[in-house]
């Protein structure tokens, strides 16, 4: 019997990822009805969701096997308590070379002081700011997931000295991992640039605090393309006040779009980014979502689910 999959996340990305979705979905030989609309929720196999989509109540959605997720982030939905049905999250591969080229950017523009040399040129020859070479930068990588390991690959294969924190212990080619606070510690304390991957979750929700931030060496650079609330926003202005932090690079926010007024806008030593560091991909992660429904129909365990528990 055919299997309805219902796209409910939005009628822009619906237009993205029609073609992609059917396109994956007859290279695998599925029986798959893609529907933008589900006037018979009973029928629902399979709920293609990203936040602000159509969905806030799953209660009728009564035999759908799996919502699958278009974003890696799930904190707008696993604590949703209509939700009975596994949750999946999505591990792209374009999204993860995006963050991989996003975050390796951005440590580079850090560590080499690009900005000194392309913003207001002024006709002096300064020779004063010679960066070290990347060995003798230590960048700590918070999260060690799918994100956190590709970056912290990269950056290793850039000769960085890799520290990386997760909640478990890791054992990661290339990086040396630690866990639990006393590993965030140490880390915090030995690097000068600190990447956040972490997903958000009612552990890591203001994680760097004002005594976290503390333990930065002075001068330190925060990039965050993980979650705003990673980062107690007014720890972090006090913090880039005093110069125990030169500079924060951030992509996401408690509010997005961040508002005119927040202070980050207007702060010499702030980055903004719109939430672009890494995007799902239509045409990779609609082949991740037809090997999900894949395997839901072959009775196969299902890649990339959430712990419901954990929440990530
Ligand atoms: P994963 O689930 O693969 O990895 C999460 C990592 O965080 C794991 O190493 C996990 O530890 C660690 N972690 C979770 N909770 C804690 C905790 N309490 N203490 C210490 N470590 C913890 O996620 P991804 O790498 O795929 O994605 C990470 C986040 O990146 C997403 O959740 C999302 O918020 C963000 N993101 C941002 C994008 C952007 O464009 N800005 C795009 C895509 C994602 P363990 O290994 O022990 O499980
Ligand atoms: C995601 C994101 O979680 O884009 O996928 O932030």
């Not at 629902?44 to 602000?52: C, D, K, S, T």
């Not at 004063?128 to 690959?153: F, H, N, S, T, Y």
């Not at 972090?236 to 997005?256: I, N, P, S, Y």
Request: proline share 8%; net charge negative.
């Amino acid at each position: 019997m055919t299997a309805t999959a219902y796209f409910a996340a939005g009628q822009d990305l619906w237009e993205k990822y029609q073609p992609h979705l059917e396109r994956a979905f007859g290279e695998l030989g599925l029986d798959v009805t893609l529907a933008p609309h589900a006037p018979d929720p009973a029928a629902v196999a399979f709920i293609i969701f990203a936040p602000g989509g159509e969905i806030e109540d799953f209660t009728p959605y009564t035999n759908c096997r799996a919502v699958l997720n278009l974003w890696a982030g799930v904190e707008r939905i696993v604590g949703n308590r209509t939700l009975t049905q596994p949750l999946c999250r999505m591990v792209d591969p374009a999204l993860t070379e995006g963050m991989v080229e996003w975050v390796t950017g951005h440590v580079l523009r850090h560590h080499l002081g690009i900005d000194s040399h392309i913003l207001n040129q002024d006709g002096i020859w300064r020779r004063d700011a010679v960066p070290p070479i990347a060995r003798d930068r230590p960048v700590a990588m918070l999260g060690l997931g799918e994100l956190g390991r590709a970056c912290g690959a990269a950056l290793a294969a850039l000769n960085f000295p890799v520290m990386g924190w997760s909640r478990t212990a890791r054992d990661v080619v290339g990086i040396e991992c630690h866990s639990g606070d006393e590993g965030l510690e140490h880390v915090l304390r030995r690097a000068e640039i600190v990447v956040t991957l972490l997903p958000l979750t009612p552990e890591t929700e203001n994680l760097l605090d004002a005594r976290r931030l503390g333990w930065l060496s002075q001068g330190a650079v925060i990039i965050n393309p993980g979650r705003g609330p990673l980062i107690e926003d007014e720890a972090l202005l006090a913090a880039l006040d005093r110069g125990q932090v030169k500079h924060a690079t951030l992509d996401v926010f408690r509010t997005e779009p961040l508002p005119p007024e927040h202070p980050f806008w207007a702060h010499p030593r702030v980055t903004v980014t719109p939430h672009i560091a890494a995007e799902t991909r239509p045409a990779s992660a609609s082949r991740v979502v037809a090997e999900n429904i894949r395997r839901s129909l072959a009775n196969e365990p299902l890649l990339y689910l959430v712990d419901r528990a954990r929440g990530y």
